[in-house]
Structures are given as C-alpha cells and as structure tokens.
Nanobody, 123 residues
C-alpha cells in the first residue's frame, strides 16, 4: 500500500501561482511513477502531468505543459506540481496518484490515490 496526502491548494487570483505537494508513505516511493490529475464536478478526472520513478522524465497534458511543472524528491517521498499563470479554468480538485508504469495518462491505470486538494482561481 502507498498512502498519498496532497497539500498546497487554496484560493488564488488569476495569474498567480501555486505549488502543490504530495507526500507518500508506505511502500518504496521511488518504485512508482507519479501522476497528477484534476477533476471538477460532473466531469471525468483529467490527466495533468506525470513523472518517472527517477524524476528524469516528465509528461504533460497539452493543455497545461507551458504552465505546469511536475517534480519529485525521492529522498523526501514527495512529488510536486508547480502551477503558474493560473486561470479560472484551472479550478478543480487536484489529485496525485502512483502507478507502476510511465507515462500513464489514464486514471484507471493508477494504483493509489490521495484524497485531493482544492484549487480555486478567482478572476
């Protein structure tokens, strides 16, 4: 089992920035590729970014790749999502997840999930 806990969400004005964190515990963190997804009510969970086990490779949804940066610190069992130039359409609950494969953009392929952190962007 891998336990994931996201943090760093909140209310921010458009054009601002946020850094989301996801702390992992349980099984060896570096054995898993990590992903970030987001979801708004009534819509399917949307892939945002993924990072390989070592952190040497990243993969982004086209819609965010110019503004989002995923990174990880395996020594601290933490993955990050830096979000710049926030837009109101970025408002969602953001989830981190762990997968055995990379890159994976399909949420059903992820094995473990955090509880999510709310990001709200005001215009």
């Amino acid at each position: 089992q891998v336990q994931l806990v996201e943090s760093g969400g909140g209310l921010v004005q458009a054009a601002g920035s946020l850094r989301l964190s996801c702390a992992a515990s349980g099984r060896t963190f570096s054995n898993y590729a990590m992903g970030w997804f987001r979801q708004v009510p009534g819509k399917e969970r949307e892939f945002v970014a993924a990072i390989s086990r070592s952190g040497s490779s990243t993969y982004y949804a086209d819609s965010v790749k110019d503004r989002f940066t995923v990174s990880r610190d395996n020594a601290k069992n933490t993955v990050f999502l830096q979000i710049n130039s926030l837009k109101p359409e970025d408002t969602a609950v953001y989830y981190c997840a762990a997968a055995s494969f990379f890159p994976v953009a399909v949420y059903r392929r992820y094995d473990y999930w955090g509880q999510g952190t709310q990001v709200t962007v005001s215009s």
